[in-house]
């Protein structure tokens, strides 16, 4: 079992940064492939970035590509992510998962993760 505790949300005005973290426990996440969803209020969930656990290649969702960043720190068992250029739009509860058995073609998806977690809320002012 891994348990996944994100940190790191808050307000920020539009134009503004902010740096999600995600520290799993209950065994080592770092050959797991790592991501970071999203849902805003009365919407779906929406893919916002992975890292695929064999090339440790990234994938982004349009929408954030250039603005964000996601990193892995296997020394502290983390997965960060890295927000710039933040709008409104980007205003959601993010949530980080894990899983070690997906397929490339799958990394967007969020059914083919093990674990999450609770999520945390970032708020973004214009």
């Known amino acids: 079992q891994v348990q996944l505790v994100e940190s790191g949300g808050g307000s920020v005005q539009a134009g503004g940064s902010l740096t999600l973290s995600c520290t799993a426990s209950g065994r080592s996440i770092s050959r797991d492939t790592v991501a970071w969803f999203r849902q805003a209020p009365g919407k779906e969930r929406e893919f916002v970035a992975a890292l695929w656990r064999s090339t440790g290649t990234s994938y982004y969702a349009d929408s954030v590509k250039g603005r964000f960043t996601i990193s892995r720190t296997n020394g502290k068992n983390m997965v960060s992510l890295q927000m710039n250029s933040l709008t409104p739009e980007d205003t959601a509860v993010y949530s980080c998962?894990?899983?070690?058995?997906?397929?490339?073609?799958?990394?967007?998806?969020?059914?083919?993760?093990?674990?999450w977690g609770q999520g945390t809320q970032v708020t973004v002012s214009s």
């Open positions: 998962a894990t899983g070690s058995r997906l397929i490339l073609s799958t990394v967007r998806s969020g059914a083919a993760y093990d674990y």
